[in-house]
Each structure stands twice: as C-alpha cells, then as structure tokens.
C-alpha cells in the first residue's frame, strides 16, 4: 500500500514492506482466531530482519526529509542539557548520590562524608560504556564500605551482570555473577550479598515466570551460591535487609499481592545463613512492602483490610505467628510509599494525585507535616535511615525538574541538596487540575498544563497520556521535552485513569482484568472532556502511552480511531491473545487475565489491539516506538501490530515503526532518549503541520 505524504510536508511516496500473512490459526475455546504475523515473533529469524529492516528505512527516509526536524533536535539538546541529581542515601558512613550533568549518557555515582562536603567520583558509567550502549545501575555499597556492587546490561536489558569494586583502589574483582535481576542486598560482614535470578529450571518444574533468591560468597565459584528462597510464579522480586544486618527480607510482588519472607541471619557479623526465611503475614493476602526493622519490630506498607494503606508493625521474634499491629490506619488519602528516617515513620500520601509528607513517631503519633513547595509530587525513595534524623526527597512538577533536598529532622527543616538549573522559563505556563465523568459516571482527574493566558478556542494542540495498569500511579513529574511543545503552544494533559493507584487498590481493582475496559472508556472521556472545553479538537489531539499504557494506545485507537490525530504507542503489549507467552509476559497474568481460561479469553480478544484492527480503517497517523533488546515487553509485539496496521490503512494517514538501537524497556542513554523524543515530535508536528520549537 502507497503511503501518500501530505503536500505540506514534502517527501518522496513509498510502499510498506511487503509482510506476508500466514496460514496459522489458533483455536481457543472453540473459536479460531487467525494469527498471520507469528512469524515476526521470531525476532532473529530471516523474514523478520529483511522485514525491520525495510521498516527501519521506511521510518528513517521519512523522517529525515522533514524540515523541523534538525530544530527539534537542537531545541531538545538544550531543553536535556541541565543537571540533574538522584536521591542520596547513607552507607558505610557515608553519602552516595547519582549526577548528571546533563551532557552525559549516564549519570555518574558520587560520594561524600557529609552533606556539605565535596563530592568526589566513585564509579563514571561513561568510562566503561561511552556511547551508553551498557546500562550501569543498582548500585550496592558493602556495610563495610570496602566494595561496590554495580550491574551491567546491554542495551540495558532487565537481565544484568553484576560486577564487584573495590573501593580502596576503584579496582574490579576478577569475579562477577551473570544473569542478575534487580539490586543485590550485601550482608553485614561484606562476605557476600543476596541476589535475584531466573529460577533453575530443574528447581521451578520449567515455569517461564519463576525466580529466586541466592546467595554469593565473595571470591568464591558460582557453584557455591546458595539458594534461598524460590517462587514458581514471580513479577518483581527483591531483596533487603535491616540496617542492622540482623534481617534479611526477600519480596515476590505478583499483581495485586506481594509475598515477603524474612530470614533472621544471627549475629550480623557472621550471619548464619542456614536459617531458614520464614514468610511474614502468611494469613493476610494483600500487597505488603517492608520499610524497616529496627530490633526484631519490622515496619511495613501493607493494603490488608486497607485499599488506601496503612502503616503496621510486626514482631519478629514471633516468626510466622506475629500479627499486625496498626500504627498509621487507613486515612482518606493513599498511601504512595513510606521510610523511616531517625525516629520517625515518613508518610507520602496521595491527596487527588498531588503529594503530602507527613511524620508519626514509631508508635503512629502524628509528628506534623513536611511544607513541600506547591502542586507537584514527592519522588521515590524516600532517603532515610533510623540511624540517622535526616530524609533526602525529591519534588518534581509538569513545570520544574527534580529538586533534592534534605530534611532535618531535629529542626523540621528542608533545605535543597542540590538544584537544578533548566533553559526553559516556566513563568508563563501553569497546570491545572480538572475532573471529568467518565462512561459510568466516574470522576477521573485530569492534570492540564499550558499557557496561563490559554483561549479554550478548540485550536491548540493536545499531546494527551496515561497509564492506568498495575497499580501504579501517574503523579506530576517533568520530561525535557515537553517545554517545548508548551512553547509552540501546545497543551500537555496528563489523565489519571483507573487501574492506577491514584486513589488506592479499588482504583486498581476498577480497571484490571475484566474492568480494563473502564481504563480505556475514562481515556476517551478524557479526549471528549478536552474537545467539549475548547482546549482542542480531535484533527489536533495527539496521544502517548508507554508499555501498559502503550496497550492503551493500541486499544484507543483500534476503538475509536476517529478520536486522535496522532499516536504514539510505545513498547506496548498489542497482542492479548498471546502475550502470555512472549518475554516476561507471563507474570503478567495476574493483571491482565489467562487467554486459556475461557471468561478471561472473551474480554481479552474484545480490546487486544492487534485482534481488532480492521481492514479498510482510517486509524490516526501512528508511529510505534519499540526497542531493540527489551526483553520485558519483547518488540514483536510491535512488529506484528505495525504490520497488521499498514495492511488494513486506507486513508493517507501513516504508520510507520521505529526502533531504538542498545535500549531497552526502562533504559536508554541521554543521546538515545533525545534521538526517540525528536522523532516522535518531528512526527507529531509533520501530521499536524505545527511547527516546533
């Protein structure tokens, strides 16, 4: 099918590759469902790569014929340009952060004895990997300050290497640990750390989903690990252990619960291993995450009897048997996450999506609030230790960067730890919250950040997002990027739609499984709800969403095309039907649903994008962003989605593939992030023949 280019917009015409449809049909539950595009799940096989690499030129050739394009880039440069600091946090007596510049591919990790004293470089990710095609992250510091435990990932992949410094000389070990999963957790003695890995296949029964915990003595044979604690059926584990290095806890969050085992280690000195971890609130399935122990009372977050949160406390010493004791009950606002820091439990709270710090000592009394400076959301984590009467936090809105800074508790007051500059004047811009009712009649918040001056005339340019899926809410927060489409005059909305964690597990509830429909309708309330108000109107409606909410891209567009000019799905799930069986997809289903379980087959194949593109449909102009080793949401589900769109498009609107090279699902260097974001926005502008900056 010819791609016609817009005359606005000059550019040669082109074909689609050619993307044959097989013969194949899969059978569930009696009814058959064509799969035509299987063979693009074999992402190295020869079809395929003749197949992306014809979408890579297609995709390429266009975009680089567009004249904003170079501007774009120049612009973003800038706008990405500012340093930017993470959370600090204390070990060994000191205090580690991340930095940036805002030149570097990756951020550079610093130490220092205080926190006025000058920091100086522990370890410089670009030394190792200068054009940040290798993801350095999770950075573990020994109790004893001797080592550094750091991972490695290509294209900064889920599965890493984990690599051992030295920090008396900023030498590597010889040894290292490969297939890795998330932080490793040091014991005390600095002997060795816990870590998480794919579980044995001989030990898990060949479960796809399934992963452990094992232990690593230092300089000794990988044989030797010991494993700890396995989980036939796993999403997110971790490790952590008490600041004391008394206890070790090792969390399994599967969907809407999480499983947390204890492992009391002795004397922290010579922890005794042999101890078998025991599993800590064994009768009350809920989501729980430990804070802290200090003694044998451990400090949790937990949704038990709670769907906004609570803050409980558990003796130790009783093992299996211990029970809750409630220290902060459920409030009216959810509880976003928690820490401890000196004598006082840190409460972040959700009030309608914008953040609250509040403080209670280790008993639940209320200890007053932390003044944070305006509409915006406090970031994660929380920095603190019971050691110490200090919290490091971040603040961020839709107009300013993360600004850290540090809280001392003996005075009650905040000071900024370091603070970013940005070359963008945020003073004529403002956000806005505003609530629609959705399908149902459901209040949904919507965050709208433009012009103080804004005319609701219909004629401005909408980039809208969400997300909507697991649980996890879509506060404010700043991307570089997006002061400069508030600088053409765009408007950029954000909208916090069920099956997020906004207001608590039953906003979750409401939009999961077989609610997930409700995410989507409250997505295309929020479209209407910004037509109706003349902020906009559909032929200048643009959309994004990433991984879940790149499914919701899918199915917004497969369901109501007309709505949007423009999307951008990014690394999304499209393919419902199979996605139990692609990369990490099948610890999915607890979210989603089984497409082998008949009742969950049905709601499943009425939105899985890829099922329901049909021929001779005019969808939006749509550019798929994927990621060349993203093995959580792996891009044959992008691949099979852009085929399947190309074959049914009739009008002239495009679709064309884009595929970032060394990146991953959650990573991508400063130069491949500023690289995706001028190609989408070159995209954006193109169709809507705006121009930017």
Known sequence: MALAIP??????????????????????????????????????????????????????GTLEGLPDREAIHRRLESLWSFARTGVPWREAGRIFCVRNTGLQPQ??????????????????????????????????????????????????????????????????????????????CWTRDGRGFFYVRRAQPEESGGAREAGEVAYHFLRSPRARDRRIVEWKEAR???????????????????????????QDLGDP???RLENRPFRVLAAHRAFHTPLEAVGNTLYLKTNFRAPKGSIVSLDLSAGEAAEPRILVPEAA??????????????????????????????????????????LGAVGWPLGGRPS???????????????????????????????????????????????????????????????????????????LLTAYGGYGASLPPDYS???????????????????????????????????????????????????????????????????????????????????????????????????????????????EYGSPGKPEDFSYLKAYSPLQNVRMGACYPATMLLAADHDDRVVPSHSYKFAAALQAAQECNRPILLRVAVDSSHSYGSRQAQIAERTDMWTFISWWMKRKLP
């Open 7 to 60: 005359a606005a917009a000059p550019g040669p015409v082109r074909s689609y590759p050619d993307a044959p449809r097989d013969d194949v049909v899969d059978d569930y539950h009696g009814t058959r469902v064509p799969d035509p595009y299987r063979w693009l799940e074999q992402l190295d096989g020869a079809r395929t790569r003749q197949w992306l690499d014809a979408e890579i030129r297609l995709t390429s």
């Open 107 to 184: 951020p550079v990790l610093f130490v220092q004895k205080s926190p006025d004293s000058s920091p100086r470089v522990t370890l410089d990710p670009n030394r190792i990997s200068p054009d940040g095609s290798l993801a350095i992250r999770d950075y573990a510091v020994s109790p004893d300050g001797r080592y550094l435990a750091y991972n490695v990932a290509k294209g900064g992949g889920d599965v890493a290497e984990t690599r051992i410094r030295r920090l008396s000389d900023g030498r590597d070990l010889a040894e290292s640990v490969g297939g890795v999963l998330n932080n490793v």
């Open 236 to 262: 997110w584990i971790y490790c952590m252990t008490s600041e004391d290095g008394r206890y070790a806890f090792f969390v399994n969050e599967n969907g809407p619960e999480s499983e947390v085992f204890a």
């Open 269 to 271: 000195l010579r922890p």
């Open 333 to 374: 606002n959810v509880i976003e996450s928690a820490a401890l820091a000196g004598d006082r439990i840190v409460v972040h709270y959700l009030e309608d999506v914008k953040s609250r710090l509040s403080l209670f000592d280790l008993q639940g009394k209320p200890k007053g609030e932390v003044a944070l400076p305006g």
């Open 388 to 462: 110490a009467p200090e919290l490091f936090y971040s603040f961020v809105s839709f107009l300013a960067p993360p600004t850290v800074y540090r809280l001392d508790l003996r005075t009650g007051r905040s000071t900024p730890f370091r603070s970013p500059s940005v070359p963008f004047d945020a003073r004529p811009y403002e956000t806005r919250q505003v609530f629609f009712r959705s399908k149902d009649g459901t209040p949904v918040p919507m965050f709208v950040t433009a012009a103080k001056d804004l005319a609701l005339d219909g004629t401005h340019p909408v």
């Open 480 to 590: 570089p990027d997006v002061p400069m489409w508030l600088e053409s005059g765009g408007i950029y909305a954000v909208a916090n739609i069920r099956g997020g964690g906004e207001y608590g597990e039953d906003w979750h509830r409401a939009g999961m499984l077989g609610n997930k429909q409700n995410g989507f309708d409250d997505f295309f309330a929020a479209a209407e709800f910004l037509i109706a108000g003349g902020y906009t109107s559909s032929d200048r409606l643009a959309i994004y969403g990433h991984s879940n909410g790149g499914l919701l891209i899918g199915a917004a567009i497969t369901q109501r095309p007309e709505l949007f000019a423009v999307a951008i799905p990014n690394a999304g799930h499209y393919d419902m039907l199979r996605y139990d069986r692609l990369g990490a997809g099948a610890s999915w289903v607890s």
